[in-house]
């Protein structure tokens, strides 16, 4: 017989799919790595059971503890997919711009969930990187994961998703081109493929109200970058410490409207029913054209599925009041 011994044990090894339609004028071949065969629908599975592992080795976590972290969605699924078949419980801290969908998905799998508004600085005791922090001190035997500074997140990218992608491309790929919210993949897949080939280029997306772009670009953190944007999983108006700024060679941003439509398109022209930095992902490929030739063969990671945004870009009435499409 063959089966895996729990659901932890089916994440990754995910499939590397050909984009057809969407990138016909492009000179060269585009691949996306196909995360939402992951048992949460998202990439973010591969680092959650990497930070629980890491956290249980070091004493970090203890038996029976709560975990407790500030997620959009999918690291949240990630970790409490691995609390229910470890044994541990999970509290959730969510900004309010998140789809419904999320927060519901993340109750169904037995977590508690914790609403904070969006529009309010990092330092103010209502964001939610404060709410977690508190509540991260304040629960008994509970560990703060701090996906955007824990170092497992990158490792787990350098240690599975990375190798997966030079594998499945036997060592072609010349180009990566990736959503960057905490970093944990650009940086973890992106020194992998560096090592493996230092001519490889590693491009990351970015939203318009995000501080990545200006910061690589110029080394300054510019508030004046920082504006509340509708994109979700990318872009942020902190520097995580997983974002390794030295293997990443350029930014290119993307607009909410671009997501948006390109979410759609993805599923309408491709079949691939996926989130909105998808959409940013692959909106952001087109965007880089002048940079790719003909030989090159360029992987695009998708992040997560479209069921968490039926009720946002994929509800034409939503896309409407938003001006997104006619
Ligand atoms: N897309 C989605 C949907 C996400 O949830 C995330 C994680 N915030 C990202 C992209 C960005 O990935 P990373 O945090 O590894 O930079």
Redesign the pocket.
């Known amino acids: 017989m063959e089966y895996a011994k729990n659901i932890l044990e089916t994440i990754g090894n995910t499939p590397l799919v050909k984009i057809n339609t969407l990138t016909k004028d492009l000179p060269c071949l585009v691949l996306s790595k196909y995360e939402t065969f992951n048992p949460g629908n998202?990439?973010?599975d591969r680092?959650a059971v990497q930070m629980i592992a890491d956290a249980e080795v070091d004493g970090r976590l203890k038996p029976g503890g709560t975990i407790i972290e500030g997620t959009?969605?999918?690291?949240g699924m990630g970790l409490a997919l691995a609390a229910i078949v470890k044994g541990y419980k999970c509290i959730f801290v969510m900004a309010d711009k998140q789809s419904k969908e999320k927060v519901d998905m993340l109750k169904a799998v037995g977590a508690e969930v914790v609403v904070c508004p969006t529009a309010v600085d990092p330092d103010d005791p209502r964001s939610y990187y404060s709410v977690s922090k508190r509540l991260g001190e304040e629960t008994p035997n509970s560990w703060y994961v701090n996906?955007y500074d824990n170092p497992s997140?990158t490792k787990a990218?350098y240690e599975s998703t990375g190798p997966e992608i030079w594998k499945q491309t036997d060592g072609k790929i010349t180009h990566f081109v990736?959503?960057?919210?905490?970093?944990?993949?650009?940086s973890g897949v992106g020194k992998y493929l560096k090592e493996q080939n230092p001519n490889i280029k590693i491009w990351g997306v970015d939203t318009y109200g995000s501080v990545f772009k200006k910061y690589h670009e110029t080394g300054v953190f510019d508030e004046n970058e920082i504006y509340p944007y509708v994109t979700?999983?990318?872009g942020e108006d902190i520097l995580p410490k997983?974002?390794d700024f030295s293997i990443i060679d350029g930014f290119t941003k993307v607009t909410d409207k671009d997501a948006a439509v390109y979410t759609q398109r993805l599923a309408k022209e491709e079949g691939m029913f996926l989130?909105?930095?998808a959409g940013a992902a692959i909106k952001g490929v087109l965007q880089l054209k002048e940079h790719f030739t003909k030989d090159d063969v360029v992987v695009v990671l998708f992040?997560?599925h479209g069921s968490r945004y039926v009720g946002k870009m994929f509800n034409d009435d939503w896309m409407r009041e938003m001006g997104y499409i006619e």
């Open positions: 998202s990439v973010k680092m959009s969605g999918n690291t996906q997140n990218h990736v959503g960057v919210g905490t970093g944990g993949t650009i979700e999983g990318i997983n974002v989130g909105n930095s992040h997560d």
